[in-house]
T-cell receptor, first 113, second 114 residues
Framework: DGGITQSPKYLFRKEGQNVTLSCEQN?????MYWYRQDPGQGLRLIYY???????QKGDIAEGYSVSREKKESFPLTVTSAQKNPTAFYLC????????????FGSGTQLSVL | GDSVTQMEGPVTLSEEAFLTINCTYT??????LFWYVQYPGEGLQLLLK?????DKGSNKGFEATYRKETTSFHLEKGSVQVSDSAVYFC?????????????FGKGTKLSVKP
């Protein structure tokens, strides 16, 4: 079945540590996105990529980095510069130019030890 | 800038009750409007959408009508079920804004009791 796979489901980060969240899709979508969800808040866009080897900052990119070396993969690194990383992270994808419908993964809950 | 405002939750209803979740928006131009649903521990799923004024989106018994005069997109269902318990997000996408950027409301948690 086609879809988006995020891993791990739960992740713990120590102080000063970088961690990487995985996002893989087999939908042949050109565009991929990372959102952050905090309790009682809407989703906020971290980074997005419309095509391989290209990506743009969203509204809250500070303390995060991404890469897009393959169409299927869009990993997100939460760096030590992100001082409040505890949140639920959601990856999504869409057909490029068709902004109407995003397909979401099941999310990764990141917590700080 | 563009924004979405949803009624605050949580909303608790008995099975078969009528549901309304209010959503209003602020945007320039003619945005597309969406309702997404998030079941516990999962990502979001598109529930319904409307792309122009007076359009009605519908799916799984849920409906919402794009009202440009009141800048609203309220979600309704005539008879809720326990399985409808989830968080509902209203969202807009303005083609004049950042590419790919959906603007989400804060979400409204719905709990349906048997």
């Amino acid at each position: 079945d086609g879809g988006i796979t995020q891993s791990p489901k739960y992740l713990f980060r120590k102080e000063g540590q970088n961690v990487t969240l995985s996002c893989e899709q087999n939908l042949n979508h050109d565009a991929m996105y990372w959102y952050r969800q905090d309790p009682g808040q809407g989703l906020r866009l971290i980074y997005y990529s419309q095509i391989v080897n290209d990506f743009q900052k969203g509204d809250i990119a500070e303390g995060y980095s991404v890469s897009r070396e393959k169409k299927e993969s869009f990993p997100l690194t939460v760096t030590s510069a992100q001082k409040n990383p505890t949140a639920f992270y959601l990856c999504a994808s869409s057909i490029s130019g068709a902004y109407e419908k995003l397909f979401f993964g099941s999310g990764t809950q990141l917590s700080v030890l | 800038g563009d924004s979405v405002t949803q009624m605050e939750g949580p909303v608790t209803l008995s099975e078969e009750a009528f549901l309304t979740i209010n959503c209003t928006y602020t945007a320039t131009g003619y945005p597309s409007l969406f309702w997404y649903v998030q079941y516990p521990g999962e990502g979001l799923q598109l529930l319904l959408k409307a792309t122009k004024a007076d359009d009605k989106g519908s799916n799984k018994g849920f409906e919402a009508t794009y009202r440009k005069e009141t800048t609203s997109f309220h979600l309704e269902k005539g008879s809720v079920q326990v399985s409808d318990s989830a968080v509902y997000f209203c969202a807009l996408q303005n083609y004049g804004g950042s590419q790919g950027n959906l603007i989400f409301g804060k979400g409204t948690k719905l709990s349906v009791k048997p």
